[in-house]
């Protein structure tokens, strides 16, 4: 997946539009973007649209996410009871603590599959794992927490408010580096889990520019997906999280290259060494570029011009 598309729960018509962004996922939202008292209404909107999806829709369109709310308060359990009717692609959990809490997740899914006759494991599960303080610090456990774990992804709007800190962001829009420092943690981890790691949004929808710039660089630092809130990011998302058609081919290359030698653990090609976690990062461009495609190198960059001589100066004819 590269782009991932939250749409609040209880919005019929944005719904509706969502499914026709592009979006590889849309996350319909349960949890913060739905007002309490509207939480039940939400419910049954999720469900319904869950349920009115054709088998061509399940087969080829966007997958199909619900963000239930956090777990200690029963309210996880009641949304899972709502929507898993509906059979959701995967779940994204809020204020994720640990491997721990990501694991009580997995087990109400196991016990809400059998139920519904689903197979144990089929339905995904998506952890947002910086959104308190305190989650920072069970960053390092989620590896071989649920088999179901397809990624991590991390917030910076949650947590910022739980260290009652008056901003997440500078003037310029980046990121100040308390925030920084947990979209490191949270790469790492999730590449230490061997799951999807997933940038957070950027909730200034009508900054292109400033989502360009963080799409690069989280597919420069190792994420795979971008989280989105409105519809005009997704294209932004996906044209960055498509490899780039050199990067397929020396991929493919380096990838037969390592058949072709009967596998060994490392090669020399044309003066350089290549091991097993360049290998394993060619095969992860070839697999992407086989769902997504790919897109055309960036033009070469301009060659600097030279500095123009100064001229000699022109003999004045004495008259
Ligand atoms: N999914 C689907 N459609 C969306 C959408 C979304 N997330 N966000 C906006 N749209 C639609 C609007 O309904 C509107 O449709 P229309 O032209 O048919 O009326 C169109 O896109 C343009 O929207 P725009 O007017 O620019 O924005 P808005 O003021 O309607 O909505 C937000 C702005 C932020 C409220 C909205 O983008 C949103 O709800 N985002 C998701 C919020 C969320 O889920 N947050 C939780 C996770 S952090
Ligand atoms: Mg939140």
Wanted: glycine share 8%; aromatic share 6%; hydrophobic share 40%.
């Amino acid at each position: 997946m590269r782009s991932y598309l939250f749409v609040p729960g209880n919005d019929e018509g944005k719904i509706v539009k969502a499914f026709d962004t592009g979006a590889d996922a849309i996350v319909l939202d349960l949890e913060d973007s739905v007002a309490p008292q509207d939480r039940n209404k939400a419910r049954s909107v999720v469900r319904d649209a869950l349920e009115a999806r054709t088998s061509e829709m399940r087969k080829s369109g966007p997958k199909a996410f619900v963000r239930v709310n956090p777990l200690g308060d029963g309210e996880a359990f009641r949304d899972l009871d709502s929507v898993m009717p509906g059979r959701p692609d995967g779940i994204v959990l809020p204020k994720c603590r640990d491997g721990e809490n990501a694991k009580k997740l997995s087990e109400m899914l196991v016990a809400k599959e059998s139920e519904l006759a689903i197979t144990t494991g089929t339905v995904k599960l998506i952890a947002i794992a910086t959104e308190t303080a305190r989650s920072v610090f069970g960053l390092g456990s989620y590896g071989g927490s649920t088999p179901r774990l397809l990624g991590l992804g991390w917030g910076a709007e949650d947590l910022s408010a739980d260290m009652g800190a008056l901003a997440n962001r500078d003037e310029a829009g980046q990121f100040l580096p308390p925030y920084q420092l947990v979209r490191n943690l949270c790469l790492i981890a999730a590449h230490a889990a061997r799951v999807e790691a997933i940038d957070t949004v950027h909730i200034d929808f009508k900054d292109e520019a400033g989502l360009k710039r963080e799409c690069d660089a989280a597919l420069r630092d190792g994420f795979t997906a971008k989280m989105a809130i409105h519809p005009a990011q997704i294209a932004i998302i996906n044209e960055a999280f498509t490899p780039f058609k050199s990067d397929v081919e020396q991929s493919k290359a380096l990838v037969e290259a390592f058949a072709n030698a009967g596998n060994p653990g490392v090669l020399g090609i044309d003066g350089k060494m290549y091991d097993r976690p360049h290998l394993m990062r060619a095969e992860k461009i070839v697999l992407r570029a086989e769902t997504y495609g790919m897109k055309d190198d960036p033009p070469p960059p301009r060659k600097k011009r030279a500095p123009a001589k100064p001229r000699a100066k022109r003999a004045t004819k004495k008259k």
